[in-house]
């Protein structure tokens, strides 16, 4: 009985192990067959590269003796022409043929003499010859195949020697005078035994055997003697079938003469032999089933050392969740009791402010809900930890607009900076996703983590955010750079330690819990993403955070709705066009003007805006500031300077430039309105209000408008 209640307590370890045993396993026999198809494959690759340079190298060796001797063709008719007698054509084919046998790179090491039939005349290099060599010459391997193949170049198969008795074989050609008549057929005899010597060489990885078959299929090259001057077709007729029905075989498997269970390769020569490896099956395969035994005993290796490390992991594990099951309950069971009431008090307070109070109680509802703000975030901080660490908490993916979260992001901070006299620099790299699969929430919660630091820790100078969009790499970065006080980096480490702040006592004038770095690392991790820090005390700090892209379906993306009560209007008869350099701000351009029923056209550049200009007559045009190429003031002069009605045309100036005299400056050049970015609505509104022509204007006071964040 304690045996099985000890086993039922350890069953997640048990099924650890056999979940590595099963793994490994499963492993090593896919791992087997997977260096075995990759070593049979090389091999394979390896057999046809060896076959290949084989049949290159005897057809560079047979190719080089052809063309000396068609050059030696030419010049004996050329002597024929000029009428020279069989003496002097016979001097001069001793001269070639001792210019042939001098040559000291080994290329005609193979090569014996040359002759000829010329008018019936039987003459060769070095001797004069008998008269019965005149008729009998004719008779030969090398003079009938010439006349058989007219005007070519042709090789004979071996045959003997009348003369030496020797294994050769006969390069020959017709010889024709200038009038295109044959006056005879020259001939030049190559030593077989260097082919032999090469071809009985060939190694396949020093194993198997060369061979070479005629065009008539007999075996001329062979390590079994027995079977030299033989038909393939008399021995084996499915072997010579295979060879006379194909130009080349890859890694065949059949028996070969020697009765070995063999692997063929094959390639055909261009004068009809075909060479050949054949390699026994066992030698073949035995890199791979070497490989195989080395896996095998590589994964029991391993199964054994995984097992002894869970073995210690889960020891070890049992005594830390224990504390951390106590830490977290109490947490827990805190952020929640005091949570409950807080969200109270935060609703209560939302609804005094916006009732008609006095202004003396609306500061203080003000002082109540903002404290009552700061004090959730530091419960929810709490609640999220002890969530993360008990295990208890786990990501809730949906289909959500990834440009909104960035516009959210970027015009919260924007304005949170500006109160704190910070300047807040946006910039995109790449093309933004319209739609992403994943948490937005605690992606929202991480960068709003991020970027509230970078704002607490940051007294002058700016706060950069940079979303950088690779779909190459699958991932998406955001950037977040300050100008704050930076870190020492023997600190960077206690960013990540739950409660914990880099110097607290100079940070007491700055609320949080220390929590907020742990929590976004954790589930930035969760989300299968990273988190980076790089700071130099003094100067500031830049958190990296990458995650990877899912692709989200725009049509399944919820989208919160936040209903205002409003002064609205409509003009879906209006032409407005929005020129931006950026997709992004025209995204979220286009979306506000369409809150008014507007249909707006865009330009991504001045040019562009300009050539669209001349095109339509347009109410109103939207024009960025800050553009490559020609900016929104050079766009806009552009379009006054071509006269006429553009110089009535309404520009508004778009752009993020919100300082002070901003808008004196824009006005001086040509602008008739302005409006800052993030774009609010009661701006947008008003500037509707105020530039389109009134028939097109349809207003309902106190509607509901729907506000899309």
Same mark, same amino acid.
């Given at each position: 009985m304690k045996f099985l209640m000890r086993l039922k307590a350890e069953s997640s370890l048990l099924f650890q192990y056999l979940t590595v045993v099963v793994v490994i396993s499963f492993m090593v026999i896919t791992g087997c067959c997977s260096v075995s198809r990759i070593v049979n494959r090389n091999i394979t690759l390896y057999g046809e590269a060896v076959i290949v340079s084989s049949a290159e190298t005897l057809t560079a060796y047979l190719k080089a003796h052809q063309m000396a001797f068609e050059k030696i063709a030419f010049i004996v008719e050329d002597l024929y022409s000029l009428e020279a /007698?069989? /003496?002097?054509?016979?001097?001069?084919?001793? @001269?070639?043929? =001792?210019?042939?046998?001098?040559?000291?790179?080994? $290329?005609?090491?193979?090569?014996?003499?040359?002759?000829?039939? $010329?008018? *019936?005349?039987?003459?060769?290099?070095? =001797?004069?010859? #008998?008269e019965k060599y005149?008729?009998?010459?004719?008779?030969?391997?090398?003079?009938?195949?010439?006349? @058989?193949?007219?005007?070519?170049?042709? &090789?004979?198969?071996p045959y003997r020697c009348l003369q030496t008795n020797d294994l050769i074989i006969s390069i020959s050609k017709v010889l024709y005078d200038e009038n295109k008549n044959p006056f005879g057929v020259l001939g030049f005899d190559i030593h077989f035994n260097a !082919?032999?010597?090469?071809?009985?060489?060939?190694?396949?990885?020093?194993?198997?055997?060369?061979?070479?078959?005629?065009?008539?299929?007999?075996? $001329?090259?062979?390590?079994?003697?027995?079977?030299?001057?033989?038909?393939?077709?008399?021995?084996?007729?499915?072997?010579?079938?295979? &060879?006379? /029905?194909?130009?080349?075989?890859?890694?065949?498997?059949?028996?070969?003469? %020697?009765?070995?269970?063999?692997?063929?390769?094959?390639?055909?020569?261009?004068?009809?032999?075909?060479?050949? $490896?054949?390699?026994?099956?066992?030698e073949f395969y035995e890199d791979a089933n070497t490989m195989s035994r080395v896996l095998i005993v590589t994964g029991l290796s391993a199964m054994l050392l995984l097992c002894g490390i869970l073995t210690f992991m889960h020891a070890a594990r049992k005594r830390s969740d224990e504390a951390s099951r106590i830490k977290s309950s109490f947490l827990a069971n805190m952020s929640h009791e005091i949570r409950t009431p807080m969200n109270s008090i935060i609703g209560m307070s939302e609804l005094l402010l916006n009732s008609r109070l006095a202004e003396r109680d609306m500061r203080f509802v003000n002082d109540i809900n903002r404290s009552a703000i700061t004090l959730l975030s530091i419960i929810n901080d709490i609640l999220d930890m002890s969530k993360v660490e008990a295990g208890r908490f786990e990501l809730s993916p949906v289909h959500y607009d990834f440009s909104m979260l960035v516009e959210n992001v970027v015009s919260m901070f924007t304005f949170v900076a500006r109160e704190r006299g910070l300047e807040f620099k946006f910039e995109s790299v790449g093309e933004m996703p319209e739609a992403q699969f994943g948490d937005d929430i605690r992606l929202r919660q991480v960068l709003t983590n991020i970027c509230g630091n970078a704002v607490k820790f940051t007294e002058k100078g700016?706060?950069?955010?940079?979303v950088t969009v690779s779909p190459e790499k699958n991932a998406i970065a955001f950037e977040i750079k300050d100008t704050g006080i930076g870190i020492h980096e023997e600190d960077i480490p206690k960013l990540f330690h739950a409660f914990e702040q880099s110097h607290p006592e100079k940070n007491r004038h700055i609320s949080g819990t220390g929590l907020g770095l742990v929590i976004s690392k954790k589930f930035v991790e969760m989300m299968g993403g990273s988190i980076g820090v790089e700071s130099e005390y003094g100067k500031g700090s830049v958190i990296t955070i990458v995650i990877p892209m899912v692709e989200g379906n725009p049509s399944e993306i919820r989208r919160d709705e936040d209903l205002h009560k409003t002064r609205s209007i409509s003009a879906p008869g209006a032409k407005v066009l929005v020129v931006d350099d950026n997709e992004f701000n025209l995204r979220v351009?286009? *979306?506000?003007?369409?809150?008014?029923? !507007?249909?707006? @056209?865009?330009? %991504?550049?001045?040019? #562009?805006a300009i050539e669209m200009v001349l095109k339509d007559d347009y109410d109103i045009v939207f024009m960025d500031h800050m553009m490559p190429e020609m900016d929104g003031i050079e766009t806009t002069a552009e379009i006054r300077n071509l006269g006429d009605k553009y110089r009535e045309l309404t520009i508004v100036a778009l752009t993020a430039n919100a300082i002070q005299g901003a808008k004196e400056m824009f006005m001086a050049n040509g602008f008739n309105g302005f409006i800052s970015k993030p774009i609010e609505t009661p701006a947008l509104t008003n500037i509707l209000v105020k530039w389109l022509p009134p028939e097109k204007i349809t207003q309902t006071p106190e509607a509901e408008i729907t506000v899309w964040y």
């Open positions: /007698d069989i /003496d002097t054509i016979g001097t001069h084919l001793t @001269k070639l043929s =001792d210019h042939l046998m001098q040559k000291d790179d080994g $290329i005609y090491r193979g090569f014996v003499y040359i002759y000829a039939v $010329i008018d *019936g005349v039987f003459v060769q290099a070095f =001797d004069r010859v #008998e005149h008729e009998l010459a004719q008779t030969r391997p090398w003079y009938t195949e010439a006349y @058989k193949r007219s005007g070519e170049t042709c &090789f004979s198969d !082919i032999v010597d090469y071809v009985s060489q060939i190694r396949l990885m020093d194993t198997g055997y060369g061979g070479l078959l005629d065009s008539e299929l007999r075996i $001329i090259v062979h390590t079994e003697k027995s079977v030299l001057g033989r038909r393939l077709g008399d021995l084996r007729e499915d072997l010579a079938a295979l &060879f006379r /029905d194909s130009n080349e075989l890859k890694a065949y498997r059949t028996i070969s003469l %020697l009765n070995v269970d063999s692997i063929y390769y094959s390639r055909k020569l261009f004068n009809g032999w075909q060479i050949y $490896i054949s390699v026994p099956r066992d700016y706060i950069g955010f940079k351009a286009l *979306g506000l003007l369409d809150l008014f029923g !507007i249909d707006a @056209k865009t330009a %991504l550049s001045g040019k #562009e």
